[in-house]
């Protein structure tokens, strides 16, 4: 008998074992992710004899070992090192060259669809892992065509389809204690462990227990070997309370010889095919708790000292073989180990977490001493963290008060007890100080940007947490920079893909400035807030105030006929408004007749075009925000000084003949050959716009040669320009200055 001296901490049942490595001095320790970020870019860079040391963390690949003789270790085991699927490969496919060795050391392998490990070649050593929920057609969490070695091991919820629910193999494998526990076999002739022609295989120490076969069939579900042997062996095993037809199947007999089992409790038979050789039994094991993950050997069990006598198989106290993966423990010991809380040890954000532990001891001696020990690893040549002295008395618990723990470490602690005569074995768990996560981003609302709703939605690219715990959000806005006056808030906010977002209530205060913040939480901490952002809220836009005119003053005369209008610049009660304005001017009070220059983004407009002397015209601004809102000032007036001088009138050609050929040819010109009419600057219109119409066309052709070459006079063809009917000075203006486009 003997105890366990390292922790294999699966499913909190504080079982485990030893990690021990003999390495050849001369071969490279790669580091994951430190010295390459995947566990396969590490696999790929190591030659012969390498480790890849992986550190804790839940790492999405499908690794290939391609004919190395490489370990690939866990730094920390299988409870904080998982490897889960990528793809729908195997997660570990391993190709051994046929002289060398290969090894698989302390991970959780989980989630598989094609297999956990499948292997091609001998010489691989599967060792203290826990293969969990992992599915397959034949041996759903480990199948090998060669010799393997295979030890240590958890199998828990795994699924095969046509046999091995944990383990399918060819030729001499050495399966030796490894627990296997509430799998799945969907194949009639089912099998936690399954083989089909396997000879020299030792199916040694292991406890197959609580497992499940269909209904269909007439199969095993322990332990099923299909035209086995010679020389294969079943012993010291515990296969009990297993449901389906077997709990040792062996068809076809070729040697198998089945000796100092204890199989009980199993479906329809314990055994078929095979005879118990000598030293087996069938009795309740009296396991310490199975529902909780206990499968150790309680006082009085009949499996304790009851395996194999040959001292090859001796428990490492020196003391006789018991049967199945756990020998029973006589020294006192530690039944549970927690720091901080009991719960969840990988979050701990108390800097001084109690350290709590269990005494028991089989033969119920008084417990006098304790001691504790805190290390950055789980190699004890020395606690780097922290060695109190030995505790006197029966406490079972201790303030942490060594080195200050730093957050996102993981550190390791371990505790022993003793009774009057005896100290028992270490007993280690491990523990890691929570990481706060970081300060979200904030997004939108934009730094000093405009909220167009009262209910806006505030936006942060999301917060990192080291341990990839699940964030939620909490937001806060307030009128005031210095955070005094809240307006909104809201905690626990669901994390987004990506983004997280939050619709605040209602913010009344319209046109006003607030200031946000947000944070995220693990659950276990609250992060740092973000930048403090502003933003204003405009949910109702109200138009701009009226503007003054300045210039030309109203009912004045001005002297220049083409003007600088100007106004004062307009006010809008909506935060940062776009203002553009339109200059609108008339030859009549009601606007009828008018030209608009819009878009201008000043507050004063020089006139393009020369306006008629003599003339009055109305002018106003119409201020626009952008959003639909806009206003319009008074309306002025002014009259251009000057007289109305048409020298040319009737006179196209200008040349001081009124009306020959000459000028019949300029009329036609402009009306039909888009030629330009001579320019008189203090004519409201063109000398061959003989009728005042504001075009030229065939009716001022016409005229013209009426005097010309007929009777025609100018008195009785022509009008007057300098007087002009009011609707012809409007259509003149419009020719002259545009209506409504931009100048």
């Given at each position: 008998?003997h105890r366990?001296?390292?922790?294999?901490?699966?499913g909190?049942?504080?079982?485990?074992?030893?990690?021990?490595?003999?390495r050849?001095v001369?071969?490279?320790?790669?580091?994951?992710?430190g010295d390459?970020?995947?566990?396969?870019?590490?696999?790929?860079?190591?030659?012969?004899g390498d480790?890849?040391?992986?550190?804790?963390?839940t790492?999405?690949?499908?690794?290939?070992?391609?004919g190395?003789?490489?370990?690939?270790?866990?730094q920390s085991?299988?409870q904080?090192?998982?490897?889960?699927r990528?793809?729908?490969?195997p997660?570990?496919?391993i190709y051994?060259?046929?002289t060398?060795g290969?090894?698989?050391?302390?991970?959780?392998?989980t989630?598989a669809?094609?297999?956990g490990?499948v292997v091609?070649g001998?010489?691989?050593?599967?060792r203290g892992?826990?293969?969990?929920r992992?599915?397959?057609?034949?041996?759903?969490a480990?199948f090998?065509?060669?010799?393997?070695?295979?030890?240590?091991n958890?199998f828990?919820?795994?699924v095969?389809h046509?046999g091995g629910?944990?383990?399918?193999?060819?030729?001499?494998?050495q399966?030796?204690r490894?627990?296997?526990?509430?799998?799945?076999?969907?194949?009639?002739?089912?099998g936690m462990?399954?083989s089909?022609?396997?000879?020299?295989?030792?199916?040694?120490?292991?406890t197959i227990?609580?497992n499940?076969k269909n209904e269909?069939?007439?199969?095993?579900?322990?332990?099923?070997?299909?035209?086995a042997?010679?020389?294969?062996?079943?012993?010291?095993n515990?296969v009990?309370s297993?449901?389906g037809?077997?709990g040792?199947?062996?068809?076809n007999n070729?040697g198998?010889?089945?000796?100092?089992?204890?199989v009980?409790?199993?479906?329809?038979?314990?055994?078929?095919?095979?005879s118990p050789?000598p030293?087996?039994?069938s009795?309740?094991p009296k396991?310490?708790?199975t529902?909780a993950?206990d499968?150790s050997?309680?006082?009085?069990?009949?499996?304790?000292d009851a395996?194999?006598p040959?001292p090859?198989?001796?428990?490492?106290?020196?003391?006789?073989?018991d049967?199945g993966?756990?020998?029973?423990?006589?020294?006192?010991?530690?039944s549970?180990?927690?720091?901080?809380?009991p719960?969840?040890?990988?979050?701990?954000?108390?800097?001084?977490p109690?350290?709590?532990w269990?005494?028991?001891?089989?033969?119920?001696r008084?417990?006098t001493?304790?001691q504790?020990?805190?290390?950055?690893?789980d190699?004890?040549?020395v606690a780097?963290?922290?060695?109190?002295?030995?505790?006197a008395?029966?406490?079972?618990s201790?303030h942490?008060?060594g080195a200050?723990?730093?957050?996102?470490?993981?550190?390791f602690?371990?505790v022993?007890?003793?009774?009057d005569?005896l100290w028992g074995?270490?007993?280690v768990?491990?523990?890691?100080m929570?990481?706060?996560?970081t300060?979200?981003?904030?997004?939108f609302?934009?730094?000093?940007g405009i909220?167009l709703?009262g209910?806006?939605?505030?936006v942060?690219?999301?917060?990192d947490?080291?341990?990839g715990?699940a964030l939620?959000?909490d937001?806060?806005?307030?009128?005031?920079?210095?955070?005094t006056?809240?307006?909104?808030?809201?905690?626990?906010?669901?994390?987004?893909?990506?983004?997280?977002?939050?619709r605040t209530?209602s913010l009344?205060?319209?046109?006003?400035?607030?200031?946000?913040?947000?944070?995220?939480?693990?659950?276990y901490?609250?992060?740092?807030?973000s930048?403090?952002?502003s933003f204003?809220v405009d949910?109702?836009?109200e138009?701009?105030a009226p503007?003054?005119?300045?210039?030309?003053?109203?009912?004045?005369?001005?002297?220049?006929?083409?003007?600088?209008?100007s106004?004062?610049?307009?006010?809008?009660?909506?935060p940062?408004?776009i203002?553009?304005y339109t200059?609108i001017v008339?030859?009549?009070?009601?606007f009828v007749?008018?030209?608009?220059?819009?878009?201008?983004d000043?507050?004063?407009y020089?006139?393009?075009?020369?306006?008629?002397p003599?003339?009055k015209y109305?002018?106003?601004?119409?201020?626009?925000?952008?959003?639909?809102?806009?206003?319009?000032?008074?309306?002025?007036?002014f009259?251009?000084?000057g007289?109305?001088?048409?020298?040319?009138?009737?006179d196209?050609?200008?040349?001081?003949?009124?009306?020959d050929?000459?000028d019949?040819i300029?009329t036609?010109?402009?009306?039909?050959?888009a030629?330009?009419?001579?320019?008189?600057?203090?004519?409201?219109?063109?000398?061959?716009?003989?009728n005042?119409?504001?075009?030229?066309?065939?009716?001022?052709?016409v005229?013209v040669?009426?005097?010309?070459?007929?009777?025609?006079?100018?008195i009785t063809?022509?009008?007057?320009?300098?007087a002009?009917?009011v609707?012809l000075?409007?259509?003149?203006?419009?020719?002259?200055h545009?209506?409504?486009?931009?100048q």
């Amino acid at each position: 008998m003997h105890r366990l001296t390292a922790m294999l901490l699966v499913g909190g049942t504080g079982l485990s074992f030893c990690l021990l490595v003999g390495r050849n001095v001369q071969a490279a320790t790669i580091h994951v992710p430190g010295d390459q970020p995947t566990i396969q870019t590490g696999i790929d860079a190591a030659v012969n004899g390498d480790m890849v040391l992986v550190a804790p963390g839940t790492y999405r690949e499908n690794l290939v070992i391609n004919g190395k003789a490489i370990t690939l270790l866990s730094q920390s085991g299988p409870q904080s090192t998982i490897i889960t699927r990528g793809n729908y490969d195997p997660i570990i496919r391993i190709y051994s060259a046929p002289t060398l060795g290969t090894t698989v050391w302390g991970f959780t392998i989980t989630e598989a669809t094609t297999g956990g490990v499948v292997v091609t070649g001998p010489n691989v050593v599967l060792r203290g892992n826990h293969f969990l929920r992992n599915s397959r057609s034949r041996g759903a969490a480990v199948f090998s065509d060669s010799p393997i070695i295979i030890d240590s091991n958890w199998f828990t919820q795994n699924v095969d389809h046509d046999g091995g629910g944990a383990i399918a193999f060819t030729g001499a494998a050495q399966i030796t204690r490894n627990l296997i526990y509430d799998n799945f076999t969907d194949d009639d002739w089912g099998g936690m462990i399954y083989s089909e022609n396997a000879a020299g295989c030792a199916i040694v120490n292991n406890t197959i227990v609580g497992n499940r076969k269909n209904e269909w069939g007439m199969g095993g579900c322990g332990i099923v070997l299909l035209y086995a042997g010679p020389g294969a062996a079943i012993k010291n095993n515990i296969v009990t309370s297993n449901h389906g037809p077997y709990g040792i199947l062996v068809y076809n007999n070729n040697g198998v010889t089945c000796t100092y089992n204890d199989v009980w409790d199993n479906e329809v038979s314990d055994y078929y095919g095979v005879s118990p050789g000598p030293g087996s039994i069938s009795a309740d094991p009296k396991l310490a708790d199975t529902a909780a993950g206990d499968f150790s050997l309680l006082v009085g069990s009949p499996c304790i000292d009851a395996g194999d006598p040959d001292p090859i198989y001796n428990d490492a106290d020196g003391t006789r073989n018991d049967m199945g993966a756990f020998p029973a423990e006589w020294a006192p010991g530690v039944s549970s180990l927690s720091v901080g809380s009991p719960e969840d040890s990988l979050h701990l954000t108390d800097d001084h977490p109690l350290i709590a532990w269990v005494y028991f001891d089989a033969h119920s001696r008084p417990h006098t001493q304790s001691q504790v020990e805190v290390g950055t690893d789980d190699e004890w040549s020395v606690a780097e963290m922290w060695q109190p002295p030995t505790i006197a008395g029966n406490a079972t618990s201790i303030h942490y008060a060594g080195a200050p723990l730093n957050d996102g470490a993981t550190y390791f602690a371990r505790v022993r007890v003793a009774n009057d005569t005896l100290w028992g074995g270490w007993y280690v768990t491990r523990f890691r100080m929570n990481s706060v996560p970081t300060a979200p981003v904030p997004l939108f609302p934009s730094q000093r940007g405009i909220a167009l709703a009262g209910r806006p939605y505030l936006v942060v690219m999301n917060a990192d947490d080291p341990e990839g715990d699940a964030l939620r959000y909490d937001f806060e806005v307030y009128t005031d920079s210095n955070l005094t006056t809240r307006v909104a808030s809201v905690t626990g906010r669901v994390e987004g893909m990506g983004q997280t977002s939050w619709r605040t209530d209602s913010l009344t205060a319209e046109n006003a400035a607030h200031w946000w913040r947000a944070r995220a939480s693990d659950g276990y901490e609250d992060g740092l807030w973000s930048q403090m952002w502003s933003f204003m809220v405009d949910a109702y836009n109200e138009p701009p105030a009226p503007v003054a005119l300045y210039s030309p003053p109203d009912a004045a005369i001005i002297l220049d006929p083409a003007p600088r209008f100007s106004w004062q610049a307009a006010v809008d009660p909506n935060p940062s408004p776009i203002l553009a304005y339109t200059l609108i001017v008339a030859v009549d009070s009601g606007f009828v007749f008018k030209a608009e220059v819009s878009g201008l983004d000043s507050i004063d407009y020089v006139w393009p075009n020369p306006l008629v002397p003599g003339w009055k015209y109305w002018w106003k601004i119409m201020a626009n925000d952008g959003r639909g809102g806009t206003s319009a000032s008074p309306v002025w007036s002014f009259t251009v000084q000057g007289s109305c001088d048409c020298p040319c009138h009737g006179d196209p050609y200008c040349d001081g003949i009124v009306c020959d050929i000459r000028d019949v040819i300029k009329t036609v010109n402009v009306a039909f050959r888009a030629a330009t009419p001579v320019q008189e600057p203090s004519c409201p219109l063109a000398n061959t716009d003989v009728n005042c119409t504001g075009v030229t066309d065939i009716v001022d052709v016409v005229k013209v040669v009426n005097v010309a070459f007929r009777s025609g006079t100018p008195i009785t063809e022509y009008c007057n320009p300098c007087a002009p009917s009011v609707g012809l000075r409007l259509v003149g203006f419009k020719a002259a200055h545009g209506s409504g486009a931009d100048q």
